[in-house]
């Protein structure tokens, strides 16, 4: 099946943890690549391009498993793209 | 697709001009079709159009087949509402890159922009800083020794620390102490900015993402009930009175019910074509009034703050219909 890559905005729960913990966390999508934002007193924005196949339903895996991380307190999808397209 | 067109300012619109392809993508049902509709709906006015699939015409790179798909592709645009002889229309090649950042030499006969010379000829729109201060709220921290931190990206109006704020629906007041993008403080913030800000007098569990703050002299309107044009982009089967979706505008997702089915419009002029149809289906427009049952909404009609203005309806993982406020008819 074709792929797609969709950027999300990956906000943490606690500002202390680090960017690596929490996309280690996140199992059962490929993570392509990621960048930190920063923010804000302290937080940063985890900006990261995960790989998902082109099928029905979309995001909605990839959005279900980051709403219900512990780790994550909010995300949104940004961006989505082909996967052969540089974001 | 349609989850980011409610926040754009504008959009490549891809025709392939495959034989066979093309047709489907335009005739009733298609993709093209579709999205063409959904970004006049949302008042995406500038478009650039790319006649894909060049290299697989017959023969390759054919200007009477592009001819053809332009105008087959006009035709529909012309339909939608777009005044078409503005609107770039570029033969490419997604494939081989034909007049994407270079221009083709296989394609001799086209002599008009590439698709990055198109990006560039588009028009940044004005930053509304002279409009009243809008920001939806992302998220909000608590951090030792800074306090109550709400993170947002400015949409509208300008935020200058000292001022006093105000945070809707729940009509909190508080002030702002310091702003910081980028991890350095600013004195003030604009559309545009991504910013945390630390707020005096209002507690983090008072605070949540989907809420939107403003100027306490001219909050951000706090709807019960509303009147949105929307247009149907995918419904299995038809859509009825009493339908509840998710509606997701700005940072908000809320649950909520189309409680009236007032007409179904002409999306290019607004005209009724029907009035208080009994179901609408996918590729439909109409005018709905909706209801967050639960919970009222922030949101303002796209007349006066088009950013906050537009909202896409979703269902089971699916985009369903997308649109814009048109009237508050119940403010909170
Ligand atoms: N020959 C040719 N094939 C293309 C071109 N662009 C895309 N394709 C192919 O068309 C198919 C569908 O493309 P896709 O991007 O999924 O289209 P969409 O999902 O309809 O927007 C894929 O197999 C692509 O490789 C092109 O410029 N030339
Ligand atoms: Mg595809």
């Known amino acids: ?87 | 697709m349609i989850t980011g067109a409610s926040q754009a300012d504008a959009a490549i619109l891809v025709v392939s001009a495959k034989e066979g392809e093309t047709e489907t993508a335009l005739s009733e049902g298609g993709q093209a079709r579709e999205h063409a509709f959904l970004l006049k709906t949302l008042g995406v006015n500038q478009l650039i159009v790319l006649i894909n699939k060049m290299d697989a015409t017959q023969p390759p790179y054919s200007q009477k087949r592009f001819d053809e798909v332009k105008n087959m592709a006009s035709d529909l645009l012309k339909l939608v509402g777009y005044k078409v002889d503005t609107l770039p229309i570029i033969p490419v090649s997604g494939w081989t890159g034909d007049n994407l950042s270079e221009k083709s030499t296989n394609i001799t006969w086209y002599k008009g922009p590439t698709l990055l010379e198109a990006l560039d000829n588009l028009q940044v729109p004005p930053k509304p800083t002279d409009k009243p201060l809008r920001i939806p709220i992302q998220d909000v921290y608590s951090i030792t020794g800074v306090g109550t931190v709400p993170v947002g990206r400015v949409v509208t109006g300008v935020m200058k620390v000292g001022e006093t704020i105000i945070v809707m629906p729940p009509a909190l007041k508080g002030e702002v102490k310091s702003i910081e993008t980028h991890h350095t403080g600013v004195e003030k913030a604009e559309p545009g900015d991504n910013i945390g800000f630390n707020v005096r007098g209002i507690a983090k569990q008072d605070v949540k993402r989907g809420m939107v703050l403003g100027h306490p002299d001219n909050p951000p309107t706090v709807s019960k009930e509303f009147i949105a044009q929307i247009f149907v982009v995918f419904h299995p089967t038809a859509i009825a009175a009493g339908y509840t979706p998710v509606l997701h505008a700005h940072t908000a997702q809320i649950a909520t019910s189309i409680s009236e089915i007032i007409s179904k419009i002409d999306p290019r002029t607004g005209q009724v074509v029907e009035d208080h149809p009994k179901t609408i289906k996918t590729g439909d427009a109409a005018l709905v009034r909706l209801k967050p049952p639960l919970t009222p909404l922030c949101i303002e009609t796209y007349k006066e703050f088009p950013e906050l203005g537009r909202f896409a309806l979703r269902d089971s993982g699916r985009t369903v219909a997308a649109g814009i406020v048109k009237e508050i008819t119940q403010k909170a």
């Open chain 1, 1 to 87: 099946m074709a792929k797609v890559i969709a950027r999300v905005k990956i906000l943490p729960k606690d500002i202390a943890t680090k960017p690596d913990v929490i996309l280690n966390s996140i199992s059962g999508f490929k993570l392509i690549k990621y960048q930190v934002e920063p923010i804000a007193f302290g937080l940063n924005a985890i900006i990261a391009d995960f790989e998902l196949d082109d099928a029905e339903g979309g995001t909605d895996p990839l959005e279900q498993a980051l709403l219900t991380n512990k780790l994550i307190s909010e995300m949104e999808v940004i961006g989505v793209s082909n996967a052969r397209t540089k974001l």
